[in-house]
């Protein structure tokens, strides 16, 4: 408990993973379950266990809402000389073209349906997708596990390409391999923001890197995790095998299973986390100029909108109230008594 970057400790959990090549540390965890003389199970210190505040930070943006996000790290670089190159047009008096955002005016007013409880689907497959092209197009090296890669564990029965680790994916592929995915299991938006969250923190914890040979497969067990932890009704193993027709089960259950334990089974999100996920795929929206579908507002969405902003004041009203009252209670039962003040 207190943990920054794994769960509760029990005589089967997984110590964290020590700092050396990704199938070295794979084998290491599956086999390590420590045990005393006297058979009591060993249970590691917490003071050993712990990440100091600065090192999570800066390591665990998954798990802190206070760390950057590494997709939007990873594209600035992009998104600089996209600028420079504006810039250069603009001097250059080269016409950029027609506008393609909209702005509100005194007569107008535009606003999108996307809000962090209920995110526009289309726009954040987009932007989930966008992130992860720039993990793919800015990752330091090739890090990579058996598990995750497409050659030793296909997908389907087509021959994978001699040249399938050197060719970086276009972020079209990436959107229609994720978006069919989702239609077909039915997913939700904010499983795929999720699925980003589980993404970053398994390359941050098992450091590894998502390059264009297990590109597909860290993406597919992150879709399947984040569905099984975010959705009510989550789709089984055996659904997706209807989906990508040539896969099977057991590829399946084993993939899973890697996946967790490289998470060591943290599959919490915290509220924070998840907003802050949100707001950055808003921002990475905005720069790569992936606008949210925008429309102007008219009577009914405004009679809707105030609807819901009173149906929330009162909800808070009765909030504030119930623990008003709380404290008055607590106060009569502890029978605080308030003296005089004295004047000198």
């Known amino acids: 408990m207190g943990n920054t970057v794994s769960c509760c400790v029990s005589p089967e959990s997984s110590p964290k993973l020590?700092?050396?090549?990704?199938?070295?540390?794979?084998?290491?965890?599956?086999?390590?379950?420590?045990?005393?003389?006297?058979?009591v199970p060993y249970l590691q210190h917490i003071s050993d266990r712990e990440v100091p505040d600065e090192l999570a930070l800066e390591s665990n943006p998954s798990d802190h809402a206070r760390a950057s996000t590494i997709f939007l790290s990873k594209s600035q670089?992009?998104?600089?000389?996209?600028?420079?190159?504006?810039?250069?047009?603009h001097v250059s008096h080269v016409s950029p073209g027609p506008l393609s955002k909209k702005y509100s005016s005194c007569s107008t007013i535009f606003i999108d349906d996307s809000t962090v409880s209920q995110p526009n689907l289309k726009s954040t497959i987009k932007c989930v997708t966008l992130a992860i092209y720039y993990?793919?197009?800015?990752?330091?090296?090739?890090?990579?596990?058996?598990?995750?890669?497409?050659?030793?564990?296909?997908?389907?029965?087509?021959?994978?390409?001699?040249?399938?680790?050197?060719?970086?994916?276009?972020?079209?592929?990436?959107?229609?391999?994720?978006?069919?995915?989702?239609s077909?299991?039915?997913?939700?938006?904010?499983?795929?923001?999720?699925?980003?969250?589980?993404?970053?923190?398994?390359?941050?914890?098992?450091?590894?890197?998502?390059?264009?040979?297990?590109?597909?497969?860290?993406?597919?067990?992150?879709?399947?995790?984040a569905s099984k932890v975010w959705d009510d009704q989550a789709v089984w193993n055996v659904d997706y095998c209807q989906i990508l027709k040539?896969?099977?089960?057991?590829?399946?259950?084993?993939?899973?299973?890697?996946?967790?334990?490289?998470?060591?089974?943290?599959?919490?999100?915290?509220?924070?986390?998840?907003?802050?996920?949100?707001?950055?795929?808003?921002?990475?929206?905005?720069?790569?100029?992936?606008?949210?579908?925008?429309?102007?507002?008219?009577?009914?969405?405004?009679?809707?909108?105030?609807?819901?902003?009173?149906?929330?004041?009162?909800?808070?009203?009765d909030l504030s109230r119930a623990a008003m009252r709380r404290s008055l209670s607590a106060d009569n039962l502890i029978g605080i008594r308030r003296s005089n003040a004295v004047l000198s």
């Open 18 to 39: 020590p700092s050396r090549l990704p199938a070295e540390r794979l084998e290491e965890f599956q086999t390590s379950t420590e045990v005393s003389d006297d058979t």
């Open 77 to 89: 670089t992009d998104v600089r000389d996209k600028r420079k190159s504006n810039h250069i047009n």
């Open 135 to 182: 993990h793919i197009k800015n990752r330091d090296s090739d890090r990579s596990l058996d598990i995750f890669d497409e050659k030793l564990h296909p997908l389907s029965r087509e021959p994978v390409p001699d040249d399938y680790a050197y060719v970086d994916p276009e972020h079209k592929l990436i959107y229609r391999f994720v978006r069919t995915l989702f």
């Open 184 to 225: 077909a299991a039915q997913l939700t938006a904010e499983c795929a923001i999720v699925t980003l969250v589980y993404l970053e923190r398994l390359l941050t914890y098992a450091e590894l890197d998502i390059c264009p040979a297990n590109w597909k497969r860290i993406v597919l067990g992150a879709i399947l995790l």
């Open 246 to 317: 040539d896969i099977t089960v057991e590829d399946m259950n084993e993939m899973e299973r890697h996946f967790l334990e490289l998470l060591q089974f943290n599959i919490n999100v915290p509220a924070s986390v998840y907003a802050k996920y949100y707001f950055d795929l808003r921002q990475l929206a905005d720069d790569n100029n992936l606008s949210f579908p925008l429309e102007p507002l008219n009577n009914q969405r405004a009679q809707k909108l105030e609807a819901i902003s009173r149906l929330c004041e009162d909800k808070y009203k």
